[in-house]
């Protein structure tokens, strides 16, 4: 079983909607949570962590369930510069290790 | 200028070959990782290191291996290509400490024939 699982998409989206991924991930002792965007063929970044809390940041929400085990980003008014490859990401072995689900795409249309 | 740099940023070679692939980093940062991509499978984890003297396999370390020259560099080398290594490669730093944020340099793109 993969550490982290997300949907592949694409996603494809209008203008100014509203769309939301989630993630899974397998080790229930992870310890952090982290949302990158790649855009193609080139390195990922970070767009945000994730706290149990909850934490947002302008158009973008990140939520952690650790009693399910997934975490989610929603992307609100969307924009086509949103248009990415969105990666989940889990720090976990004592905060040692990385592990990167495969990513979920986003394709936002005029 | 860029915080990590990778050099060559595209290389094609031929089954068999040895190469090389160099990662340099000015963030002062002790950890860094090697990663290759590919298409539907994400970012897998080959070798990380802590610090110079410290070397640690990832998930995929078979036919690689690596060098910690000094703490600003890190080399992955692939002692004999095969056309399955064909892939993006990523080199990555990170401080031990919150965010535990990763930062990556630009990607080599790699080609075995």
């Known amino acids: 079983r993969k550490e982290v699982e997300q949907d592949p998409g694409p996603f494809n989206v209008p203008e100014g909607a509203t769309v939301a991924f989630n993630c899974t991930y397998s080790n229930s002792a992870s310890q952090s949570f982290f949302w990158y965007r790649q855009d193609c063929r080139k390195e990922p970044k970070l767009l945000m962590s994730?706290?149990?809390s909850g934490n947002e940041d302008g158009r973008f929400t990140a939520q952690l369930n650790r009693a399910s085990q997934y975490i989610s980003l929603l992307i609100r008014d969307s924009k086509l510069s949103d248009s990415a490859t969105y990666l989940c990401?889990?720090?976990?072995?004592?905060?040692?290790?990385?592990?990167f689900g495969s990513g979920t795409k986003l394709n936002v249309k005029p | 200028d860029a915080d990590v740099t990778q050099t060559p940023r595209n290389r094609i070679t031929k089954t068999g070959k040895r190469i090389m692939l160099e990662c340099s980093q000015t963030k002062g940062h002790d950890r860094m990782y090697w990663y290759r991509q590919d298409p539907g499978l994400g970012l897998r984890l080959i070798y990380y290191s802590f610090d110079v003297k410290d070397i640690n396999k990832g998930e995929i370390s078979d036919g690689y291996s690596v060098s910690r020259q000094a703490q600003a560099k890190f080399s992955l080398s692939l002692e004999s290509a095969i056309p399955n290594q064909t892939a993006l490669y990523f080199c990555?730093?990170?401080?031990?400490?919150?965010?535990?944020?990763?930062?990556f340099g630009p990607g080599t793109r790699l080609t075995v024939t």
């Open positions: 990555a730093t990170s401080e031990p400490g919150q965010p535990y944020e990763q930062y």
């Open positions: 990401v889990v720090n976990s072995d004592n905060f040692n290790k990385f592990y």
């Open positions: 994730v706290y149990s």
